[in-house]
Protein backbone atom coordinates (compact mmCIF):
# COMPACT_ATOMS: atom_id res chain seq x y z
CA UNK A 1 0.00 0.00 0.00
CA UNK A 2 2.79 2.16 1.47
CA UNK A 3 5.00 1.47 -2.10
CA UNK A 4 1.65 2.14 -4.33
CA UNK A 5 1.36 5.84 -2.98
CA UNK A 6 4.85 6.73 -1.96
CA UNK A 7 5.84 8.20 -5.60
CA UNK A 8 3.18 11.03 -6.34
CA UNK A 9 3.21 12.26 -2.54
CA UNK A 10 6.95 12.64 -2.48
CA UNK A 11 6.86 14.63 -5.53
CA UNK A 12 4.68 17.09 -3.60
CA UNK A 13 6.28 17.18 -0.73
CA UNK A 14 9.63 18.34 -2.16
CA UNK A 15 8.14 20.74 -4.24
CA UNK A 16 6.36 22.19 -1.46
CA UNK A 17 9.75 22.08 0.93
CA UNK A 18 11.44 23.66 -1.47
CA UNK A 19 9.26 26.38 -2.10
CA UNK A 20 9.17 26.80 1.50
CA UNK A 21 13.12 27.02 1.63
CA UNK A 22 13.53 29.73 -0.84
CA UNK A 23 10.61 32.27 0.75
CA UNK A 24 12.44 31.78 4.02
CA UNK A 25 15.48 32.49 2.85
CA UNK A 26 14.17 35.38 0.52
CA UNK A 27 12.54 36.88 3.80
CA UNK A 28 15.81 36.83 5.45
CA UNK A 29 17.36 38.34 3.40
CA UNK A 30 14.98 41.15 2.97
CA UNK A 31 15.41 41.23 6.48
CA UNK A 32 18.71 41.97 6.91
CA UNK A 33 18.49 45.53 4.73
CA UNK A 34 15.48 46.81 7.41
CA UNK A 35 15.64 48.21 11.00
CA UNK A 36 18.52 47.27 13.67
CA UNK A 37 19.80 44.49 14.53
CA UNK A 38 16.50 43.47 17.40
CA UNK A 39 14.07 43.77 14.73
CA UNK A 40 16.00 42.13 12.24
CA UNK A 41 16.64 38.63 14.74
CA UNK A 42 12.97 39.19 15.42
CA UNK A 43 11.94 39.10 11.90
CA UNK A 44 13.94 35.93 11.22
CA UNK A 45 12.53 34.34 14.17
CA UNK A 46 9.45 34.85 13.04
CA UNK A 47 10.05 33.73 9.26
CA UNK A 48 11.19 30.55 11.09
CA UNK A 49 7.97 30.02 12.64
CA UNK A 50 6.15 30.88 9.76
CA UNK A 51 8.56 28.18 7.71
CA UNK A 52 7.32 25.77 10.42
CA UNK A 53 3.66 26.12 10.10
CA UNK A 54 4.03 25.48 6.02
CA UNK A 55 5.87 22.69 6.83
CA UNK A 56 3.86 20.82 9.73
CA UNK A 57 1.39 18.95 6.62
CA UNK A 58 4.61 17.63 5.16
CA UNK A 59 5.56 16.06 8.78
CA UNK A 60 2.66 14.50 9.78
CA UNK A 61 1.60 10.94 9.76
CA UNK A 62 -1.72 9.48 11.03
CA UNK A 63 -1.18 7.38 13.77
CA UNK A 64 2.18 8.14 14.79
CA UNK A 65 3.36 10.50 17.09
CA UNK A 66 3.19 14.49 16.36
CA UNK A 67 6.40 16.51 15.27
CA UNK A 68 8.03 18.25 17.84
CA UNK A 69 10.97 19.98 16.00
CA UNK A 70 11.16 21.72 12.30
CA UNK A 71 15.13 22.43 10.90
CA UNK A 72 15.39 25.15 8.05
CA UNK A 73 18.72 25.14 6.25
CA UNK A 74 20.20 27.95 5.03
CA UNK A 75 22.87 28.35 2.59
CA UNK A 76 25.47 29.69 3.57
CA UNK A 77 24.34 29.80 7.47
CA UNK A 78 23.98 28.05 10.40
CA UNK A 79 20.78 25.75 10.40
CA UNK A 80 17.92 27.16 11.85
CA UNK A 81 15.03 25.36 14.31
CA UNK A 82 11.64 25.51 15.55
CA UNK A 83 9.86 23.66 17.79
CA UNK A 84 6.22 22.55 18.10
CA UNK A 85 3.70 22.12 20.93
CA UNK A 86 0.27 21.12 21.01
CA UNK A 87 -1.88 23.71 23.69
CA UNK A 88 -4.32 20.82 23.14
CA UNK A 89 -1.60 18.39 24.43
CA UNK A 90 -2.55 15.89 21.89
CA UNK A 91 0.45 13.29 21.77
CA UNK A 92 -0.88 12.04 18.33
CA UNK A 93 -3.09 12.39 15.26
CA UNK A 94 -5.98 9.79 15.90
CA UNK A 95 -5.83 7.42 13.40
CA UNK A 96 -9.14 8.18 11.73
CA UNK A 97 -8.09 12.06 11.61
CA UNK A 98 -9.06 15.45 13.26
CA UNK A 99 -7.93 19.05 14.04
CA UNK A 100 -4.93 19.79 15.26
CA UNK A 101 -3.97 23.03 17.27
CA UNK A 102 -0.36 23.63 16.52
CA UNK A 103 1.97 26.56 17.65
CA UNK A 104 5.75 26.88 16.41
CA UNK A 105 8.01 28.60 18.35
CA UNK A 106 11.49 29.87 16.93
CA UNK A 107 14.36 31.48 18.03
CA UNK A 108 16.97 33.38 16.01
CA UNK A 109 19.89 35.39 18.18
CA UNK A 110 17.29 37.06 20.64
CA UNK A 111 14.86 37.23 18.74
CA UNK A 112 11.39 34.67 19.57
CA UNK A 113 8.43 34.54 17.85
CA UNK A 114 5.46 32.28 18.42
CA UNK A 115 3.03 31.55 15.45
CA UNK A 116 -0.55 29.12 15.94
CA UNK A 117 -2.64 27.81 13.65
CA UNK A 118 -5.33 24.59 13.71
CA UNK A 119 -4.96 22.16 10.90
CA UNK A 120 -7.34 19.59 9.53
CA UNK A 121 -6.24 16.56 8.81
CA UNK A 122 -7.91 13.54 7.36
CA UNK A 123 -6.53 10.17 6.90
CA UNK A 124 -6.55 7.15 4.38
CA UNK A 125 -9.10 5.65 3.10
CA UNK A 126 -12.41 5.82 5.22
CA UNK A 127 -13.67 2.08 3.82
CA UNK A 128 -17.57 2.88 5.11
CA UNK A 129 -18.80 -0.31 3.43
CA UNK A 130 -22.51 -1.87 4.86
CA UNK A 131 -21.95 -5.13 2.89
CA UNK A 132 -19.50 -7.27 1.42
CA UNK A 133 -20.99 -6.23 -1.37
CA UNK A 134 -22.25 -3.02 -2.01
CA UNK A 135 -24.01 -1.98 -5.58
CA UNK A 136 -26.00 1.01 -6.92
CA UNK A 137 -27.57 -1.15 -9.65
CA UNK A 138 -29.76 -4.43 -9.10
CA UNK A 139 -27.77 -7.68 -7.54
CA UNK A 140 -28.18 -10.76 -9.03
CA UNK A 141 -26.96 -13.78 -7.70
CA UNK A 142 -27.03 -16.92 -9.61
CA UNK A 143 -25.55 -20.73 -9.83
CA UNK A 144 -23.96 -21.84 -6.76
CA UNK A 145 -22.82 -18.17 -5.75
CA UNK A 146 -22.54 -17.61 -2.00
CA UNK A 147 -22.31 -13.78 -0.94
CA UNK A 148 -20.79 -13.48 2.94
CA UNK A 149 -21.40 -10.88 5.02
CA UNK A 150 -20.07 -10.63 9.17
CA UNK A 151 -21.88 -12.47 11.87
CA UNK A 152 -23.15 -9.34 13.87
CA UNK A 153 -24.25 -11.26 16.73
CA UNK A 154 -21.30 -13.09 17.26
CA UNK A 155 -18.78 -10.29 16.85
CA UNK A 156 -17.09 -9.07 19.69
CA UNK A 157 -15.54 -5.68 17.80
CA UNK A 158 -12.13 -6.94 19.31
CA UNK A 159 -9.61 -8.64 16.41
CA UNK A 160 -6.55 -10.72 17.10
CA UNK A 161 -3.79 -8.64 15.18
CA UNK A 162 -0.77 -10.22 17.53
CA UNK A 163 0.94 -11.60 20.09
CA UNK A 164 2.63 -10.98 23.31
CA UNK A 165 6.56 -11.81 23.18
CA UNK A 166 8.83 -12.72 26.65
CA UNK A 167 9.21 -11.37 29.45
CA UNK A 168 5.16 -10.12 29.06
CA UNK A 169 4.05 -8.31 32.01
CA UNK A 170 4.15 -9.69 35.38
CA UNK A 171 1.85 -8.97 38.07
CA UNK A 172 1.56 -6.39 39.43
CA UNK A 173 0.83 -3.99 36.55
CA UNK A 174 1.36 -0.63 36.98
CA UNK A 175 -1.99 1.91 37.32
CA UNK A 176 -0.58 4.32 35.19
CA UNK A 177 1.34 3.43 32.14
CA UNK A 178 3.57 0.11 31.12
CA UNK A 179 5.41 -1.36 28.36
CA UNK A 180 4.74 -4.47 26.18
CA UNK A 181 6.33 -6.11 23.57
CA UNK A 182 4.63 -8.29 20.87
CA UNK A 183 5.13 -9.78 17.74
CA UNK A 184 4.54 -6.93 15.50
CA UNK A 185 2.56 -3.65 15.94
CA UNK A 186 1.87 -2.58 12.53
CA UNK A 187 -1.99 -2.71 12.68
CA UNK A 188 -1.77 -1.18 16.12
CA UNK A 189 -1.90 2.92 15.71
CA UNK A 190 -1.19 5.30 18.87
CA UNK A 191 -4.41 6.01 20.66
CA UNK A 192 -5.76 2.91 19.77
CA UNK A 193 -7.53 0.02 22.22
CA UNK A 194 -6.28 -3.37 22.59
CA UNK A 195 -7.95 -6.01 24.61
CA UNK A 196 -5.68 -8.75 26.12
CA UNK A 197 -6.14 -11.66 28.90
CA UNK A 198 -4.69 -11.12 31.86
CA UNK A 199 -4.19 -14.28 31.95
CA UNK A 200 -7.74 -15.45 31.18
CA UNK A 201 -10.37 -12.49 31.30
CA UNK A 202 -9.85 -10.19 28.30
CA UNK A 203 -8.66 -7.02 29.86
CA UNK A 204 -8.79 -3.45 28.16
CA UNK A 205 -6.05 -0.89 27.42
CA UNK A 206 -5.26 2.45 25.78
CA UNK A 207 -1.90 2.51 23.29
CA UNK A 208 -0.35 5.89 24.35
CA UNK A 209 2.59 4.92 22.39
CA UNK A 210 4.64 2.74 19.85
CA UNK A 211 8.10 2.72 19.34
CA UNK A 212 9.03 -0.18 16.77
CA UNK A 213 7.14 -3.54 18.52
CA UNK A 214 7.01 -1.86 22.19
CA UNK A 215 3.34 -0.71 23.34
CA UNK A 216 3.07 1.80 25.58
CA UNK A 217 -0.25 0.83 27.66
CA UNK A 218 -2.51 2.68 30.28
CA UNK A 219 -4.82 -0.03 32.45
CA UNK A 220 -8.62 0.94 31.94
CA UNK A 221 -9.07 -1.08 35.16
CA UNK A 222 -7.44 -0.77 38.69
CA UNK A 223 -4.92 -4.00 38.16
CA UNK A 224 -5.13 -6.77 40.37
CA UNK A 225 -3.19 -9.64 41.78
CA UNK A 226 -4.07 -11.82 38.83
CA UNK A 227 -3.60 -9.01 36.27
CA UNK A 228 -0.14 -10.64 34.92
CA UNK A 229 0.55 -10.31 30.89
CA UNK A 230 1.43 -13.76 29.81
CA UNK A 231 3.99 -14.42 26.59
CA UNK A 232 1.70 -15.83 23.92
CA UNK A 233 -1.20 -14.08 24.73
CA UNK A 234 -3.00 -12.92 22.03
CA UNK A 235 -3.70 -8.92 21.74
CA UNK A 236 -6.78 -7.74 19.70
CA UNK A 237 -7.95 -4.18 18.53
CA UNK A 238 -10.90 -3.07 18.97
CA UNK A 239 -11.15 -0.61 15.65
CA UNK A 240 -14.48 1.34 17.24
CA UNK A 241 -13.87 2.11 20.90
CA UNK A 242 -15.43 4.40 22.81
CA UNK A 243 -13.77 7.39 24.25
CA UNK A 244 -16.46 9.05 26.20
CA UNK A 245 -20.59 8.81 26.27
CA UNK A 246 -22.81 11.42 26.50
CA UNK A 247 -26.20 10.31 27.83
CA UNK A 248 -27.70 13.41 27.03
CA UNK A 249 -27.12 13.53 23.31
CA UNK A 250 -26.68 9.71 22.85
CA UNK A 251 -23.10 10.35 21.49
CA UNK A 252 -20.29 8.61 21.40
CA UNK A 253 -16.62 9.72 20.77
CA UNK A 254 -14.84 7.11 18.90
CA UNK A 255 -11.08 6.28 18.94
CA UNK A 256 -11.77 6.13 14.66
CA UNK A 257 -14.96 6.95 13.13
CA UNK A 258 -13.83 5.68 9.62
CA UNK A 259 -15.82 3.12 8.29
CA UNK A 260 -19.39 3.84 9.69
CA UNK A 261 -22.40 5.27 7.94
CA UNK A 262 -25.53 7.28 8.90
CA UNK A 263 -28.47 4.59 9.24
CA UNK A 264 -26.41 1.73 10.10
CA UNK A 265 -27.00 -0.90 12.85
CA UNK A 266 -24.32 -1.07 15.42
CA UNK A 267 -24.38 -2.77 18.66
CA UNK A 268 -22.82 -0.80 22.35
CA UNK A 269 -22.47 -2.50 25.81
CA UNK A 270 -25.02 -5.09 25.04
CA UNK A 271 -28.17 -2.42 22.98
CA UNK A 272 -28.42 -1.67 19.34
CA UNK A 273 -28.76 1.81 17.78
CA UNK A 274 -29.15 3.21 14.61
CA UNK A 275 -26.47 5.57 13.42
CA UNK A 276 -27.40 9.20 12.81
CA UNK A 277 -24.62 10.76 12.54
CA UNK A 278 -20.73 10.70 12.13
CA UNK A 279 -18.54 13.55 12.47
CA UNK A 280 -14.80 12.14 11.26
CA UNK A 281 -13.27 15.86 12.25
CA UNK A 282 -14.11 14.61 15.75
CA UNK A 283 -14.69 10.89 15.45
CA UNK A 284 -18.02 11.62 17.05
CA UNK A 285 -21.15 9.46 16.61
CA UNK A 286 -24.95 10.31 17.37
CA UNK A 287 -27.10 7.17 17.83
CA UNK A 288 -30.84 6.77 18.53
CA UNK A 289 -31.15 3.40 20.62
CA UNK A 290 -33.43 0.82 19.98
CA UNK A 291 -33.78 -0.04 23.81
CA UNK A 292 -33.00 1.31 27.35
CA UNK A 293 -29.97 3.85 26.49
CA UNK A 294 -27.12 2.66 28.45
CA UNK A 295 -26.52 4.91 31.30
CA UNK A 296 -22.84 4.47 31.02
CA UNK A 297 -20.47 2.86 29.04
CA UNK A 298 -16.81 2.21 29.78
CA UNK A 299 -13.98 3.79 27.83
CA UNK A 300 -12.35 1.21 25.72
CA UNK A 301 -15.93 -0.53 24.92
CA UNK A 302 -16.33 -1.66 21.43
CA UNK A 303 -18.80 -0.54 19.58
CA UNK A 304 -19.90 -3.26 16.54
CA UNK A 305 -20.89 -2.20 12.66
CA UNK A 306 -23.49 -4.44 11.03
CA UNK A 307 -21.75 -5.71 8.22
CA UNK A 308 -25.21 -7.21 5.62
CA UNK A 309 -24.09 -9.69 2.99
CA UNK A 310 -25.69 -7.25 -0.28
CA UNK A 311 -26.38 -3.79 -0.18
CA UNK A 312 -28.20 -2.23 -3.34
CA UNK A 313 -29.63 1.08 -4.43
CA UNK A 314 -31.99 -1.43 -6.02
CA UNK A 315 -33.41 -4.89 -5.82
CA UNK A 316 -31.65 -8.11 -4.96
CA UNK A 317 -32.42 -11.55 -6.65
CA UNK A 318 -31.12 -14.87 -6.11
CA UNK A 319 -31.85 -17.66 -8.59
CA UNK A 320 -31.00 -21.65 -8.00
CA UNK A 321 -28.34 -22.05 -5.42
CA UNK A 322 -27.12 -18.40 -5.21
CA UNK A 323 -27.32 -17.18 -1.35
CA UNK A 324 -26.70 -14.05 0.57
CA UNK A 325 -25.50 -14.69 3.90
CA UNK A 326 -26.29 -11.89 6.87
CA UNK A 327 -29.02 -10.58 5.20
CA UNK A 328 -29.39 -8.26 2.38
CA UNK A 329 -30.93 -4.51 1.87
CA UNK A 330 -32.63 -3.92 -1.22
CA UNK A 331 -33.46 -0.05 -2.07
CA UNK A 332 -31.43 1.11 0.85
CA UNK A 333 -30.59 4.58 2.10
CA UNK A 334 -27.46 2.67 2.86
CA UNK A 335 -26.28 2.61 -0.60
CA UNK A 336 -26.03 7.11 -1.76
CA UNK A 337 -27.96 7.18 -5.48
CA UNK A 338 -25.64 9.95 -6.08
CA UNK A 339 -22.60 7.84 -7.63
CA UNK A 340 -19.67 10.81 -6.40
CA UNK A 341 -20.95 10.46 -3.14
CA UNK A 342 -20.85 6.94 -3.14
CA UNK A 343 -16.95 7.35 -4.23
CA UNK A 344 -16.27 10.08 -1.55
CA UNK A 345 -17.45 7.71 1.56
CA UNK A 346 -14.99 5.27 -0.07
CA UNK A 347 -12.02 7.36 -0.39
CA UNK A 348 -12.63 10.33 1.87
CA UNK A 349 -11.59 12.10 -1.62
CA UNK A 350 -13.28 13.31 -4.36
CA UNK A 351 -13.18 11.58 -7.53
CA UNK A 352 -11.24 14.20 -9.93
CA UNK A 353 -9.18 14.36 -6.59
CA UNK A 354 -8.53 10.71 -5.93
CA UNK A 355 -7.89 10.52 -9.90
CA UNK A 356 -5.37 13.32 -9.61
CA UNK A 357 -3.72 11.91 -6.90
CA UNK A 358 -3.51 8.48 -8.61
CA UNK A 359 -3.62 8.70 -12.66
CA UNK A 360 -5.16 5.65 -14.17
CA UNK A 361 -2.93 3.36 -16.12
CA UNK A 362 -5.04 1.97 -19.38
CA UNK A 363 -7.11 -1.05 -18.48
CA UNK A 364 -5.06 -3.28 -20.98
CA UNK A 365 -1.66 -2.87 -19.43
CA UNK A 366 -2.84 -4.51 -15.52
CA UNK A 367 -2.64 -8.50 -15.68
CA UNK A 368 -5.03 -8.66 -12.52
CA UNK A 369 -2.34 -9.15 -9.83
CA UNK A 370 -2.07 -6.62 -7.29
CA UNK A 371 1.03 -7.21 -4.40
CA UNK A 372 1.88 -5.42 -1.17
CA UNK A 373 -1.49 -4.04 -0.19
CA UNK A 374 -0.88 -1.80 -2.69
CA UNK A 375 -3.24 0.82 -4.50
CA UNK A 376 -4.25 0.03 -8.31
CA UNK A 377 -6.00 2.37 -11.24
CA UNK A 378 -7.03 1.45 -14.22
CA UNK A 379 -9.27 3.47 -16.74
CA UNK A 380 -11.20 1.30 -19.53
CA UNK A 381 -13.06 -1.51 -19.49
CA UNK A 382 -11.36 -4.38 -17.86
CA UNK A 383 -12.05 -8.10 -18.61
CA UNK A 384 -10.40 -10.80 -16.58
CA UNK A 385 -11.20 -14.04 -18.73
CA UNK A 386 -9.53 -17.12 -19.33
CA UNK A 387 -6.02 -17.07 -18.31
CA UNK A 388 -6.69 -13.63 -16.83
CA UNK A 389 -7.70 -13.73 -13.20
CA UNK A 390 -8.41 -11.27 -10.01
CA UNK A 391 -5.20 -12.36 -7.59
CA UNK A 392 -2.92 -10.49 -4.72
CA UNK A 393 -4.04 -7.80 -1.94
CA UNK A 394 -4.33 -4.56 -2.15
CA UNK A 395 -7.36 -1.70 -3.99
CA UNK A 396 -8.32 -2.11 -7.31
CA UNK A 397 -10.16 1.38 -8.35
CA UNK A 398 -11.67 0.45 -12.30
CA UNK A 399 -12.81 3.91 -14.37
CA UNK A 400 -15.32 1.39 -16.82
CA UNK A 401 -16.84 -1.93 -16.52
CA UNK A 402 -15.24 -5.06 -14.91
CA UNK A 403 -15.41 -8.60 -16.01
CA UNK A 404 -14.05 -11.51 -13.26
CA UNK A 405 -13.89 -15.03 -14.80
CA UNK A 406 -10.28 -16.34 -14.19
CA UNK A 407 -9.52 -18.29 -11.16
CA UNK A 408 -6.51 -17.69 -8.94
CA UNK A 409 -6.23 -20.34 -6.89
CA UNK A 410 -4.74 -17.57 -4.04
CA UNK A 411 -8.17 -15.36 -4.37
CA UNK A 412 -7.71 -11.77 -4.07
CA UNK A 413 -7.96 -9.48 -0.15
CA UNK A 414 -8.42 -6.55 -0.60
CA UNK A 415 -11.20 -3.94 -1.66
CA UNK A 416 -12.46 -3.74 -5.26
CA UNK A 417 -14.08 -0.48 -6.01
CA UNK A 418 -15.83 -0.68 -10.06
CA UNK A 419 -16.88 2.83 -11.51
CA UNK A 420 -18.80 0.87 -14.40
CA UNK A 421 -20.90 -2.17 -14.25
CA UNK A 422 -19.88 -5.60 -12.72
CA UNK A 423 -19.82 -9.53 -13.73
CA UNK A 424 -18.27 -11.76 -11.74
CA UNK A 425 -18.26 -15.57 -12.85
CA UNK A 426 -16.22 -18.82 -12.59
CA UNK A 427 -14.38 -19.93 -9.79
CA UNK A 428 -12.93 -16.15 -8.84
CA UNK A 429 -13.13 -15.80 -4.48
CA UNK A 430 -13.04 -11.98 -3.39
CA UNK A 431 -12.46 -11.67 0.42
CA UNK A 432 -13.07 -8.46 1.78
CA UNK A 433 -15.71 -5.49 -0.07
CA UNK A 434 -16.85 -5.00 -3.48
CA UNK A 435 -18.33 -1.78 -4.24
CA UNK A 436 -20.19 -0.67 -7.95
CA UNK A 437 -20.69 2.80 -8.68
CA UNK A 438 -22.51 1.39 -12.15
CA UNK A 439 -23.23 3.49 -14.84
CA UNK A 440 -24.99 6.55 -14.79
CA UNK A 441 -28.60 5.34 -16.19
CA UNK A 442 -28.97 2.68 -13.65
CA UNK A 443 -32.27 1.13 -15.34
CA UNK A 444 -29.26 0.03 -18.02
CA UNK A 445 -26.69 -1.88 -15.20
CA UNK A 446 -26.86 -4.80 -13.32
CA UNK A 447 -24.42 -6.64 -10.95
CA UNK A 448 -24.34 -9.82 -11.62
CA UNK A 449 -22.77 -12.55 -9.40
CA UNK A 450 -22.58 -16.32 -10.66
CA UNK A 451 -20.37 -19.49 -10.54
CA UNK A 452 -18.44 -21.28 -7.56
CA UNK A 453 -16.66 -20.09 -4.81
CA UNK A 454 -13.69 -23.40 -4.82
CA UNK A 455 -15.74 -24.21 -1.41
CA UNK A 456 -15.57 -20.50 0.32
CA UNK A 457 -17.62 -17.61 -0.13
CA UNK A 458 -17.42 -15.65 -3.70
CA UNK A 459 -17.18 -12.64 -2.20
CA UNK A 460 -16.78 -12.55 1.95
CA UNK A 461 -16.32 -9.63 4.19
CA UNK A 462 -13.62 -9.92 6.07
CA UNK A 463 -13.12 -6.88 9.17
CA UNK A 464 -9.44 -7.16 9.27
CA UNK A 465 -8.34 -6.64 5.31
CA UNK A 466 -10.73 -3.14 5.54
CA UNK A 467 -8.54 -2.44 8.93
CA UNK A 468 -5.64 -2.79 7.18
CA UNK A 469 -6.33 -1.12 4.07
CA UNK A 470 -7.61 1.70 6.06
CA UNK A 471 -4.20 1.85 8.05
CA UNK A 472 -2.07 0.73 5.46
CA UNK A 473 -3.41 3.84 3.60
CA UNK A 474 -1.85 6.73 5.73
CA UNK A 475 -0.20 7.98 3.39
CA UNK A 476 -3.75 9.39 1.73
CA UNK A 477 -3.86 12.10 4.56
CA UNK A 478 -4.50 14.94 3.54
CA UNK A 479 -3.60 18.07 6.34
CA UNK A 480 -5.02 21.28 5.51
CA UNK A 481 -5.03 24.45 7.65
CA UNK A 482 -8.09 25.70 8.53
CA UNK A 483 -8.87 29.37 7.64
CA UNK A 484 -8.77 32.28 10.19
CA UNK A 485 -7.19 30.14 12.82
CA UNK A 486 -3.29 31.93 11.83
CA UNK A 487 -2.93 34.21 14.62
CA UNK A 488 0.10 35.18 17.64
CA UNK A 489 -0.51 33.75 20.53
Not at 18 to 29: E, K
Not at 32 to 51: C, D, K, M, N, P
Not at 170 to 195: R, W
Not at 291 to 320: K, M, N
Request: with cysteine; net charge neutral; aromatic share 6%.
Amino acid sequence: MRKGIATPITLVVLMVVFTSLLAATGYMALGTLRGGASERVTYQAFTVAESALEAFPLLVRCGDNLPSAYTLSVSGGPALSATYSYPNRERAVPPGGGEIKVQAVAQVGGGKATLEQTFRVGCGILGAVPAALTSRPNISVRGNAQIIGYDFAGDSGAYPVTQVLLPGAPTPLPADAFSLTVADASLIPVGSYVQIPSPVVPRAYQVTEVNGNVLTLRPLFPPGLADAILPGASVSLVPFAVRAYDPATSTLTLSDARGLLVGQTVRVAGVEARVLSVDLGTNQVRLEWRGAPPTAIPEGTPLVPQILGAASAGSISTVGAGGISHDKAEYSSLVPSDPDALFQRTFGLTKEEFLERFPPQPANTFNGTLSGWELKVVRGDLHLTGSGSICGQGILVVIGDLTVNGTCSTGFQGLLYVAGNYNQQGNSVLTGAVVVEGVANLTAGLTKIAGTGQGRGKIAYDPMILLKLRLGSQGLASVRPLAGTWRRP
